[in-house]
């Protein structure tokens, strides 16, 4: 028997105390991807950029050509602003960076 994706729990900061679910292998190759390419500084980049900049390195078994990582990306992108880890500028359009705490950020809460 096939074994069960390890999920994971996930948080929006739309929706203080409700967390989500998702495909822990998923999430922590974006998560990887993502706080590689985001700027230590504001005003960060647009999630554009940083979505073309991530596109190369996650893995091609999780996200073959690409498939569903905008979806990913703004998964992890909540749930790291609802973490603090990463940060929005002020002003449009939305640009991230990484805050101070995204060094040695605890990872998600793992649910098996």
Do not use: H
Not at 1 to 7: L, S, V
Not at 15 to 36: H, I, Q
Not at 80 to 86: P, Y
Request: with cysteine; net charge positive.
């Amino acid at each position: 028997m096939p074994a069960t994706p390890e999920k994971i729990e996930v948080e929006n900061p739309n929706s203080p105390g409700r967390v989500t679910r998702v495909d822990g292998a998923k999430y922590a190759a974006m998560r990887e991807a993502m706080l590689a390419v985001l700027p230590a500084e504001a005003p960060g980049c647009t999630v554009a950029e940083a979505k073309a900049r991530l596109l190369p390195l996650l893995p091609g078994d999780l996200f073959p050509g690409g498939d569903k990582a905008g979806w990913w990306l703004k998964c992890v992108q909540l749930d790291l602003e609802a973490k603090q880890v990463i940060s929005r500028a002020k002003g449009a359009p939305v640009r991230l960076y990484r805050g101070p705490s995204a060094i040695g950020a605890p990872g998600p809460t793992v649910r098996t």
